[in-house]
T-cell receptor
């Protein structure tokens, strides 16, 4: 079956613009995670959804970052007034179960964001 | 605050060798630990997931162990092949939360 998909795969934007990154999890997966990954580092947790409920947003770096998953499936990560330091690979992962399950995470290919 | 460290940062071995990658974590109150593989410019591929109640998991030539009390996990790769060349990441999820903390990874190169 289809894995986790993300779009766009590459996004170049100018400083100050807003961007929206999309994640389409594996069908039926309850949990959805957003991460940011810098070159040579492991992914850094941003936020977690259990169905449509955002249950942990402790990793969002500031209030320019927000995420939603209104119908418990597709999720959007929005960055307002982008800055050059926001440039990174943004990754999404999903897992079949909710918080109490085994939560093996499956990752999408990522969106490479470049802020000029 | 949970911190995850992977040693070594890079490793080069000849084909056919057995090898061990190490992952250590500072807070033993973990829910699970997952090992991933990442190829250059690509996404992360799940290798093994170990629940906190388990001691090890095996998949083919891979074996991952978990010692919560000492804050350590190892990934054993048997009979390494050039196709095993990649970065290997471990990730820890703590109990009572949803945040998953990754190590910086071990970059493995298997020479033919």
């Amino acid at each position: 079956g289809a894995g986790v998909s993300q779009s766009p795969r590459y996004k170049v934007t100018k400083r100050g613009q807003d961007v929206a990154l999309r994640c389409d999890p594996i069908s039926g997966h309850v949990s959805l995670y957003w991460y940011r990954q810098a070159l040579g580092q492991g992914p850094e947790f941003l936020t977690y959804f259990n169905y449509e409920a955002q249950q942990d947003k402790s990793g969002l770096p500031n209030d320019r970052f927000s995420a939603e998953r209104p119908e418990g499936s597709i999720s959007t990560l929005t960055i307002q007034r982008t800055e050059q330091r926001d440039s990174a690979m943004y990754r999404c992962a999903s897992s079949l179960f909710g918080p109490g399950g085994d939560n093996e995470q499956f990752f999408g290919p990522g969106t490479r964001l470049t802020v000029l | 605050k949970q911190e995850v460290t992977q040693i070594p940062a890079a490793l080069s071995v000849p084909e056919g060798e057995n090898l061990v990658l190490n992952c250590s974590f500072t807070d033993s109150a973990i829910y699970n630990l997952q090992w991933f593989r990442q190829d250059p410019g690509k996404g992360l591929t799940s290798l093994l997931l170990i629940q906190s109640s388990q001691r090890e998991q095996t998949s083919g030539r891979l074996n991952a162990s978990l010692d919560k009390s000492s804050g350590r996990s190892t990934l054993y790769i048997a009979a390494s092949q050039p196709g095993d060349s990649a970065t290997y990441l471990c990730a820890v999820r703590n109990t009572g939360g949803f945040k998953t903390i990754f190590g910086a990874g071990t970059r493995l190169f298997v020479k033919a």
